[in-house]
């Protein structure tokens, strides 16, 4: 067995160690195929005012450019599927915001990896990344064979479905690379057909100025009138194309204690977001995804679901 195979293996015994569902490894290089796909996305403007999606394009595309000497692309997910969700007759919030911000969570399970890799390897060089840096985590995730690429553009696995984030070590460090999976969407259409904005255009391809998640959560302006009525009570993000997806069947409950909500979240009904004060907010979405929208942006999406 070489020492490619070796490292590879420790790497993935201990990111199960640290909770994550599975680890993936592939080749640190220029991502061909991704630039067109990215360079027509942009120039159709399905970025909307989402605009440092146009930065950095070149080290979107290549992981050597954003870390210099890298050679590998470790992909990790992590669960976040809920035990319980909320009360059904209420607004909606995704399942991923229900706990503490996962950018915290991961960061630190990440550097605990690159720790062990250092103990275990010796000097290895390279970054840790959670959402936050140009990193096409969905990609590298698929040629790592960790699931396909929906046609909702999330990353679906066979075993355990869609419900998991994405995070990646860039490292200076050759290894044993996985291989792609197969596509096992077949005929399916049941994300594109229910997303009430039509915003999956085709399949593979979706619209993020259309989608639910940027209107609630990326949009700093007012929400465009034309899409009243089409939000099925979604105040922070969107999991419709989740919800619907059969593969998604097969999730099951995560075991990380920080992403359990506050049981007061469970069971808020349309009043309490109603009347929630900035006070309530700041207490019970502290260190939450959802102080992302800030409080004023919660206010606005409530008074758009409810037609105000």
Not at 40 to 54: H, R, V
Not at 87 to 107: C, E, L, M, Q, R
Not at 211 to 220: A, G
Request: hydrophobic share 35%.
């Amino acid at each position: 067995m070489s020492l490619k195979t070796i490292y590879a293996q420790n790497i993935k015994t201990e990111a199960k160690r640290l909770g994550f569902l599975s680890c993936g490894i592939s080749k640190a290089q220029f991502l061909e195929e991704e630039a067109p796909r990215l360079e027509n996305w942009l120039n159709t403007n399905m970025q909307g005012e989402m605009s440092y999606m146009e930065n950095h394009f070149d080290k979107r595309l290549d992981p050597t450019k954003l870390v210099p000497g890298s050679k590998s692309v470790i992909s990790l997910l992590l669960n976040y599927y809920p035990k319980e969700v909320q009360n059904s007759s209420s607004y909606k919030i995704s399942k991923y915001a229900y706990g503490t911000d996962y950018h915290f969570v991961i960061k630190d399970k990440l550097k605990q990896l690159l720790s062990f890799i250092h103990q275990d390897i010796g000097e290895v060089h390279g970054r840790a990344f959670v959402d936050s840096a140009p990193v096409l985590d969905k990609t590298w995730a698929a040629r790592s064979g960790l699931g396909w690429m929906g046609k909702h553009t999330n990353l679906i696995t066979k075993q355990v479905g869609s419900y998991y984030f994405i995070a990646e070590l860039i490292i200076d460090l050759d290894l044993e690379y996985d291989h792609p999976v197969t596509d096992h969407c077949g005929s399916c259409t049941a994300c594109i057909d229910a997303c009430p904005t039509d915003a999956i255009v085709k399949p593979y391809i979706v619209d993020g100025s259309k989608c639910i998640s940027y209107f609630t959560i990326e949009l700093k302006n007012e929400i465009p009138a034309k899409f009243k009525d089409q939000f099925n009570d979604w105040i922070f993000g969107c999991d419709i194309c989740q919800d619907v997806c059969p593969w998604n069947n097969y999730s099951q409950p995560h075991r990380e204690p920080l992403f359990d909500p506050k049981p007061e979240l469970l069971t808020m009904s349309k009043k309490d977001w109603d009347e929630i004060t900035e006070d309530v907010f700041h207490n019970l979405f502290k260190n939450s995804a959802i102080k992302r929208t800030k409080f004023s942006g919660l206010k606005r999406n409530i008074k758009f679901v409810k037609g105000e």
